[in-house]
């Protein structure tokens, strides 16, 4: 989900989340873009997954606090590993051209 977002947000089409575009986007990124998106997907499933165990245990007066505490923590994480996604890949696509490719 998180390369089809890439890949529709590079040249601003719907019709570049299709599964060819996204393979041709993950070989033009190579093993660093891979592991970068890997880090985000994870990080998304993680959040999520912890969101919900903190919502069954919620409790009366602290679980709000800890659960806008974690909730912010996953935005500056995330804000920070598709930031990192964003200049890899600048850099990458400008390598490309530079070279001709």
């Not at 993680?46 to 800890?66: C, D, E, K, R």
Request: aromatic share 14%; charged share 15%; net charge positive.
């Amino acid at each position: 989900m998180l390369i089809s977002f890439l890949a529709v947000s590079l040249d601003d089409r719907w019709r570049d989340a299709n599964p060819i575009r996204v393979v041709e986007l993950t070989h033009q990124l190579g093993w660093g873009g891979g592991v970068i998106i890997l880090a985000g997907s994870v990080l998304i499933l993680a959040s999520g997954y912890f969101l919900l165990a903190a919502l069954q245990v919620l409790q009366p007066n602290s679980g709000w606090l800890v659960l806008f505490c974690w909730w912010t923590g996953v935005f500056y994480v995330l804000t920070f590993v598709l930031r990192w996604l964003g200049v890899f890949c600048h850099h990458r696509f400008r390598q490309d051209r530079r070279r001709g490719g």
